[in-house]
T-cell receptor, first 112, second 117 residues
Framework: QKEVEQDPGPLSVPEGAIVSLNCTYS??????FMWYRQYSRKGPELLMY??SSGNKEDGRFTAQVDKSSKYISLFIRDSQPSDSATYLC????????????WGLGTSLAVNP | NAGVTQTPKFQVLKTGQSMTLQCAQD?????MSWYRQDPGMGLRLIHY???????DQGEVPNGYNVSRSTTEDFPLRLLSAAPSQTSVYFC????????????????FGAGSRLTVL
């Protein structure tokens, strides 16, 4: 079992839909949780960064961490065609926070 | 401020050939790393460096060498290319301060697509 599990999709939604992307993890020592977005033929770029549990909101994006169920979520409101990309979740623990454990990524297509 | 620059963007090699993928960053980041990304395998860490003169292995280091003579540059060398090394390679960096929140925010380059025939 991988330490971070992510359904690769693909996920296809109409423009304006609310998108929910999810990861689960197994290591209870993870404290840092990140979402990266990767456009086709580009490098990943940081989208959201959270420490420990709770929610973090940035515009149309909300990252949620539930440490009791070891569940990481990214919500996209009012999705746009420009949100079409692969979304990668990653986690690390406090002791070696530069060792990131990655999910496989979920491919999202937002259709006009 | 160019961020992380990788060259070349594309390369085709024959089995047994050697080559170097270049990576340079202008953000004064101490931490630099190389990943490969393959369908169904995700991002896998090859080698990393926490500062000039210091390198260490990641989870898939076999067949690759690295060195870090300056803060800015972190080249990846393929010693004798094999078809299994066909992949997209990403260089990524982050600022110093292991254990400091935010020190693990990676900035990625645009990638180098390598095909080994």
């Amino acid at each position: 079992q991988k330490e971070v599990e992510q359904d690769p999709g693909p996920l296809s939604v109409p423009e304006g839909a609310i998108v929910s992307l999810n990861c689960t993890y197994s290591n209870s020592a993870f404290q840092y949780f990140m979402w990266y977005r990767q456009y086709s033929r580009k490098g990943p770029e940081l989208l959201m960064y959270t420490y420990s549990s709770g929610n973090k909101e940035d515009g149309r994006f909300t990252a949620q961490v539930d440490k009791s169920s070891k569940y990481i979520s990214l919500f996209i409101r009012d999705s746009q065609p420009s949100d079409s990309a692969t979304y990668l979740c990653a986690a690390s623990n406090a002791g070696n926070n530069r060792k990131l454990i990655w999910g496989l990524g979920t491919s999202l297509a937002v259709n006009p | 401020n160019a961020g992380v620059t990788q060259t070349p963007k594309f390369q085709v090699l024959k089995t047994g050939q050697s080559m170097t993928l270049q990576c340079a960053q202008d953000m004064n980041h101490e931490y630099m790393s190389w990943y490969r990304q393959d369908p169904g395998m995700g991002l896998r860490l090859i080698h990393y460096s926490v500062g000039a003169g210091i390198t260490d292995q990641g989870e898939v280091p076999n067949g690759y060498n690295v060195s870090r003579s300056t803060t800015e540059d972190f080249p990846l060398r393929l010693l004798s290319a094999a078809p299994s090394q066909t992949s997209v390679y990403f260089c990524a960096s982050s600022y110093s301060g292991a254990g400091v929140p935010g020190a693990n925010v990676l900035t990625f380059g645009a990638g180098s697509r390598l095909t080994v025939l």
